[in-house]
């Protein structure tokens, strides 16, 4: 039987640009009309996206679908981890949640999911020119060899090729890439076909030399070096390692970042506004007093967080905030974290309890086992324009402030409002890229508005990074490796 070609771009770390090295191949391929897919084994990450078909995966494979312009499905990523804690984590396998574990008791559950990771993979290559696979991590990680599902040990499974990216910004690129076959068994070593530097900034034919060194230490193939893509702020971010405070506009959002924040790319179409200044306030700093809006973002681990928000005394500074006259939005985790309590009698986050809220909006809420995961079409009811976004929670809030929604959907109410309307919430994500919405809201605000096209500024620079790609990158070679199969 032919197989599908594919291609697997491993790291020799985290953060090294394995994402939008995929999203960029992706486009690219797609650009010369071959019908590709992306594909990642074992994700982790809380910046989660509900597919086409009602699942969850991990935002950089819903912008790779969207890079190969198909729809999103939950076998692009079947094994996606979701942080709750330091030491634990909650497993989602092809959109739905399976369990909660400890990361000791995880390296029992890994082997159990390789089938599960073969089959989806099966599912992606049907119909199929070539499949992009993101690797995590990295496959010098010898300690997580064995069981391993997210870099070479399904590369083995499934017979793929891999190509090794570098982050030369990060400095040592050389010993990078030459240390990862150094430590690695001489069977994965074996299945690296070619290696990328990314991330250079100047002139790579300065790294003309170090490049050759590489080639002639690994006895691999070097596949370009790509200068930094300046533009990947205007793309949505998955790490964690990627949050920044960004923009110079005089509205300033202040949004705190939490020990467990999910879904931080609700942010980036309002980030990319000339009128916005998207504060992130780290941990240790205080609220800036001059915000015009507090907005609370996603979690994780929504109890968790609202004890890491008062530890951090943003409580108080939230309280300041609102009695200048401040304008407040939780979403999602946040949005619960504004009631009067937030009960989990199963001890779904944690010791089963009840923990009281910051009390700004008169709802509670309640913490269940099931997980909400819906993409819907709401209006906003203040304004009448409609707007796209996705659900992806557990727990069910009611209470008064409730009879004064946010949105529409579907003749049903969404979202709270304080009597005064200065605090408000919402459960909804990715409402922000809707233009018509988000100016309509910004105005509401007080905020300035612009001709933004947020999702053309997406699909453009998605281009933008193909093109760049094409000219820094042996393409040819890369599928001619992918067909090798």
């Known amino acids: 039987m032919v197989k599908t070609p594919a291609i697997m771009i491993q790291g020799t770390g985290s953060n090294v640009g394995k994402s939008l090295l995929v999203a960029g191949i992706c486009r690219a391929f797609a650009n010369r009309g071959l019908n590709v897919c992306p594909f990642k084994p074992q994700n982790?990450?809380?910046?989660?996206a509900v597919t086409d078909d009602g699942g969850e995966i991990g935002r950089a494979q819903a912008l790779q679908a969207m890079a190969c312009r198909i729809p999103s499905t939950v076998h692009m990523n079947p094994v996606l981890l979701k942080p709750e804690s330091e030491t634990g984590a909650q497993v989602m396998v092809q959109g739905q949640?399976?369990?909660?574990?400890?990361a000791r008791d995880y390296?029992?559950?890994k082997p159990t999911l390789l089938t599960a990771t073969l089959d989806s993979f099966a599912k992606c290559s049907q119909g199929t020119d070539i499949v992009i696979i993101e690797g995590a991590g990295s496959p010098a990680e010898t300690n997580l060899r064995q069981g391993d599902i997210a870099n070479m040990g399904f590369a083995e499974a499934a017979d793929i090729p891999v190509i090794l990216a570098g982050d030369i910004d990060r400095g040592g690129v050389i010993a990078q890439i030459v240390g990862t076959k150094t430590v690695i068994p001489s069977a994965d070593a074996s299945r690296i076909k070619g290696f990328i530097v990314n991330k250079f900034r100047g002139d790579p034919a300065l790294f003309s030399d170090g490049f050759k060194t590489i080639e002639t230490l690994t006895g691999w193939q070097?596949?370009?070096?790509?200068?930094w893509f300046e533009d990947c702020i205007k793309l949505p971010a998955e790490d964690a390692l990627d949050i920044r405070s960004s923009g110079s506009g005089s509205f300033k959002i202040a949004v705190p970042q939490l020990s467990r924040m999910a879904n931080f790319d609700d942010l980036d179409p309002l980030a990319a506004e000339p009128s916005i200044k998207i504060c992130f306030v780290k941990p240790g700093q205080a609220l800036p007093g001059d915000a015009n809006l507090v907005l609370i973002p996603g979690s994780k681990s929504t109890i968790g967080d609202l004890n890491f928000f008062r530890q951090m005394g943003w409580d108080i500074d939230l309280k300041a905030h609102i009695r200048r006259g401040g304008k407040v939005l939780g979403i999602c985790g946040g949005y619960q974290m504004l009631g009067h309590s937030i009960s989990d009698p199963m001890g779904i986050e944690g010791p089963a309890g009840e923990t009281s809220g910051l009390?700004?909006?008169?709802?509670?809420?309640?913490m269940a086992p099931q997980k909400q995961l819906t993409k819907v079409t709401a209006k906003h009811l203040s304004s009448g324009t409609t707007t796209q976004g996705y659900e992806i929670h557990i727990g069910h809030s009611s209470g008064?402030?409730?009879?004064?929604?946010?949105?529409s959907i579907t003749g049903q109410p969404e979202g709270a409002q304080s009597a005064d309307g200065l605090v408000s919430g919402t459960y909804l994500h990715g409402i922000f890229a809707a233009d018509s919405f988000r100016k309509a809201?910004?105005?509401?605000l007080g905020?300035?508005?612009?001709?933004?096209?947020?999702?053309?500024?997406?699909?453009e620079t998605l281009d933008q990074l193909a093109n760049h790609l094409e000219k820094n990158l042996d393409l040819d070679a890369i599928l001619a490796i992918a067909s090798q199969r």
Not at 44 to 48: D, L, P, R, V
Not at 97 to 102: E, F
């Open 107 to 109: 390296a029992k559950l």
């Open 447 to 459: 905020a300035a508005n612009s001709d933004l096209n947020y999702s053309a500024t997406v699909e």
């Open 97 to 102: 949640r399976l369990t909660s574990v400890k």
């Open 44 to 48: 982790m990450s809380n910046n989660g």
């Open 359 to 366: 009390g700004y909006l008169d709802i509670k809420t309640v």
């Open 222 to 227: 070097g596949l370009g070096t790509v200068p």
């Open 400 to 407: 008064p402030d409730m009879t004064r929604p946010l949105f």
């Open 441 to 444: 809201w910004l105005a509401d």
